[in-house]
């Protein structure tokens, strides 16, 4: 249903281009969300974008270097991370959800929670080097 993938090693200051591919379902009536696991701690939310309506949330580690976004005829989900530092090395997933909220503050806590999602990929390695 998902297929993520462009994880790799990068070089700190670098760059790298995550891609999430979906199918299977209705793309526009979901929201993607990019979640992260390093080892030894929790899954957390990297960033989110409601696909229907474009909107976009962000964790505030990810601010100002992350960038999500969609090409739609593709049904891809795309994050551009820049300035990548060590801190941001992890297993990065894709998951999808029906996260069909019109309150802005409540989405913007619904997405961060992994049991929001029905659909994850499988994930991709990013590791960056100092």
């Known amino acids: 249903q998902l297929q993520a993938s462009g994880g790799g090693l990068v070089q700190a200051g670098g760059s790298l281009r995550l891609s999430c591919t979906a199918s299977?379902?209705?793309?526009?009536?979901?929201?993607i969300g990019w979640f992260r696991q390093a080892p030894g701690k929790e899954r957390e939310g990297v960033s989110c974008l409601s696909i229907g309506d474009g909107r976009a949330y962000y964790a505030d580690s990810a601010k100002g270097r992350f960038t999500i976004s969609s090409d739609n005829a593709k049904n891809t989900v795309y994050l551009q991370m820049n300035n990548l530092s060590p801190g941001d090395t992890a297993v990065y997933y894709c998951?999808?959800?029906?996260?069909?909220?019109?309150?802005?503050?409540?989405?913007?806590?619904?997405?961060?929670?992994?049991?929001?999602?029905?659909?994850w990929g499988q994930g991709t390695l990013v590791t960056v080097s100092s």
């Open positions: 299977g379902f209705t793309f526009d009536d979901y929201a």
């Open positions: 998951a999808a959800g029906l996260l069909q909220v019109r309150s802005d503050p409540i989405l913007d806590r619904l997405w961060r929670l992994p049991t929001t999602y029905d659909y």
